[in-house]
């Protein structure tokens, strides 16, 4: 079984910043990206951010230039470093998974979300 597990969500003021991580572990080879989703209460689930493996990075529009995704390879994890945060970065934070290997465990796991408030 593969666990991901997420940490570091909080109470923050606006303009102020929160590092988020990630640590996936278990039945792990091979990593493929890992990366972070959002959910605001009455909204569809959204992309925040991706890494590869590679370290090739994708963010969405709304938090280019704020927030900065990394990865630690050797140790399953991904972080996200969250700057300049707005009340409408407020949502859960789900960071996701996708394992290669082995071939039995292959594809996306989820955690199981944190919370990220943002005071106006």
């Known amino acids: 079984q593969v666990q991901v597990v997420e940490s570091g969500g909080g109470l923050v003021q606006a303009g102020g910043s929160l590092r988020l991580s990630c640590a996936a572990s278990?039945?792990?080879?091979?990593?493929?990206?890992m990366g972070w989703y959002r959910q605001a209460p009455g909204k569809e689930r959204e992309l925040v951010a991706t890494i590869t493996s590679s370290l090739s990075t994708n963010y969405a529009d709304s938090v280019k230039g704020r927030f900065t995704i990394s990865r630690d390879n050797a140790k399953n994890t991904v972080y996200l470093q969250m700057n300049s945060l707005k009340p409408e970065d407020a949502s859960v934070y789900y960071c996701?998974?996708?394992?290669?290997?082995?071939?039995?465990?292959?594809?996306?796991?989820w955690g199981q979300g944190t919370q990220v408030t943002v005071s106006s």
């Open positions: 996701f998974a996708d394992v290669l290997l082995p071939i039995i465990q292959r594809g996306r796991n």
């Open positions: 278990g039945s792990i080879r091979s990593l493929n990206a």
